[in-house]
Structures are given as structure tokens and as C-alpha cells.
């Protein structure tokens, strides 16, 4: 053998072993090899939707078929608390299971509900300046919506929420959530907001506001797309059932380049600030079909939206 040759391969060997081991590190401890944007996409990929097989763009898929399902998402903390959700058969969700969080009546904030954090590099893709999330959910039949709770969304840098308004620097949130009679809104925290806690952006479909119907799965999916710092050119656009629902423009998400779309933010709770935004009974909700992608997504799979 060469021995010019061999001493050339080794250094590239030791080369390649310390670029993968200084970006293990760097990343946080989350293997090189996840790095699979092009690729197929990352979370439970035995139980991916027939109709999201082969597309391009899907990064990650969560429909909790898994019994493994949390380790997937790789939480930054939680899940919390804990005894709030649980995995059951769910007729009418993709792979016909669901993710069913319990509500109970007199609470209001975190401990009312279910709530996780993930951030993208430890999901195994990067940081983003767009990106789309989309779920199915279902509100129990005879669901009590009182004055409005938090729905999971999307987010970036610290992900500020209750109350920190953001300064252009730390972060951001896209979360939806329901308002009376279910209602449906974006939420949003980004500098410049009217008050210390988020602004309400209203989703309509042929100029009329929409609402979540107990007892009825619905498809949720919203697009992001980051202002370039300096310009107010951030966008939001979200679809209801494959109806777009919203889609608003010259949005501010940040002052900095570094600060980026990096984050998924499993919230829902009931609240508000005060008791009166309490459930009054338990309820039960059911989350189903997370996807994040690159592109559209789309209601991907047949539903009845009616079981």
C-alpha cells in the first residue's frame, strides 16, 4: 500500500471523526446522523400517514402509535403535568390513536392542562426562518369552552409566553387557541404587541369567524415565515380543514439574525389570568397527527372529522 496514500486517508479519518464529534457537541448531544432535512422524516416513521409517504418537505411525525411517542419529541422539559395525558384509541386519527389531555374543573395555566417544549436540533433538523406545523384535535362532545385556553404552536429563542412580551431579541410564540364557543384565534407574542401578554389574530373563512365544534376532529396547520431583522416582512397564514383561515402580513418576529423559528411548543391549557377562565367541569381534548414540514401540508389523511 502507498504509504502516502494511507497517511492521507488516516488524517481524513481523524479529520472526520473530530468534525462529528465538535458538532455532536455543539448541537447538543444529538447525532450527526439525524441530520435528515432531505431525507425521510424523523419521530415515528412506522405508523407515518399513507398520505404523507413519499412527499418532500415532511421533517417529523408524531401520531402516538409509539409507546415510546415522548422520546421522540426530545423535550427540552416536561412532558407536565404528567397524569394530564395520556395515549388512547381515537377513531377518526390518523393510525387511530390520540394523545387525550384532561382539563380539570377550578384550574386555570400550566397546571390545567398538558405542556412540552422541543427545540429543532434536538428533534434532528435545524433551526428555521419558515416552517409549518399541522395536527388534528378533538374536543370532547359537550366541551365547555368558558372565556378561552392555549393550543400548541410554534415558536423561537426563549419562546416567550405569559406575559413576557418579547423585546426583538429573546423570542417569540405562534401558538393558537380557542376563545368563547371555541372560537379560533392565532396568538401571538412578537415585539411590538399592544400589551405584556400576546395579540389575538382572527381566523375567518369567507369573512366569518370559524369555531372548533365539540365532538368534531378538525385539522389545524399554520405556516410561519420570520421577518428579516430591520423589515416588518414576517408572515403567519393558518388553515382550517384545508380552508385558509388566516394569512397575515408585515409581521415583526425579531430585531437579530440569530434569533430564529425553532421551536415546537406543545400548550393547551384553560386561561387566562384569573379563575373566571376555569373549566367548570373536566374535559377531555384529543391531539393527533403532528407534522412538521418545509412546505405545505395539508389535511393528508381521510377523515370523517365527525367520530
Not at 366541551?143 to 406575559?163: M, S
Not at 437579530?256 to 374535559?283: I, M, Q
Request: proline fraction near 8%.
Amino acid at each position: 500500500m502507498n504509504p502516502v496514500v494511507n497517511a492521507v486517508q488516516r488524517r481524513a479519518l481523524r479529520m472526520d471523526v473530530f468534525v462529528r464529534v465538535a458538532l455532536f457537541l455543539l448541537l447538543g448531544g444529538v447525532p450527526v446522523s439525524l441530520f435528515a432535512a432531505d431525507g425521510p422524516p424523523l419521530g415515528d416513521l412506522a405508523h407515518l400517514e399513507p398520505g404523507l409517504k413519499g412527499r418532500s418537505g415532511i421533517l417529523f411525525y408524531q401520531g402516538f402509535a409509539s409507546p415510546n411517542w415522548i422520546k421522540s419529541w426530545a423535550p427540552d422539559w416536561g412532558p407536565q403535568p404528567l397524569d394530564h395525558g395520556a395515549v388512547v384509541d381515537a377513531p377518526g386519527a390518523p393510525g387511530g390513536k390520540a394523545l387525550r389531555v384532561t382539563y380539570p374543573a377550578g384550574e386555570i395555566g400550566g397546571p390545567s392542562g398538558y405542556q412540552f417544549l422541543s427545540h429543532f436540533p434536538k428533534l434532528g433538523f435545524p433551526a428555521m426562518q419558515e416552517a409549518y406545523l399541522r395536527y388534528y384535535l378533538r374536543f370532547e362532545p359537550g366541551f365547555d369552552f368558558v372565556k378561552g385556553g392555549k393550543l400548541p404552536g410554534l415558536g423561537g429563542g426563549q419562546a416567550n409566553t405569559g406575559g413576557h412580551a418579547p423585546n426583538g431579541c429573546d423570542g417569540w410564540t405562534a401558538r393558537m387557541m380557542w376563545r368563547p364557543d371555541g372560537r379560533i384565534v392565532q396568538y401571538v407574542y412578537h415585539p411590538g404587541q399592544k400589551g405584556i401578554y400576546g395579540d389575538d389574530l382572527d381566523w375567518a373563512v369567507d369573512g366569518k369567524p370559524v369555531y372548533f365544534e365539540p365532538g368534531r376532529w378538525a385539522c389545524v396547520e399554520t405556516r410561519v415565515k420570520l421577518n428579516d431583522p430591520g423589515s416588518n416582512n414576517g408572515e403567519i397564514q393558518s388553515w382550517l380543514d384545508g380552508r385558509e383561515a388566516l394569512h397575515a402580513k408585515g409581521l415583526r418576529f425579531r430585531d437579530v439574525p440569530e434569533l430564529k423559528l425553532d421551536v415546537f411548543f406543545f400548550s393547551t391549557f384553560f386561561g387566562g389570568g384569573d379563575l373566571s377562565w376555569a373549566a367548570h367541569k373536566d374535559e377531555i381534548a384529543d391531539f393527533s397527527g403532528f407534522v412538521l414540514g418545509r412546505g405545505p401540508i395539508g389535511v393528508a389523511t381521510k377523515q370523517s372529522f365527525h367520530q
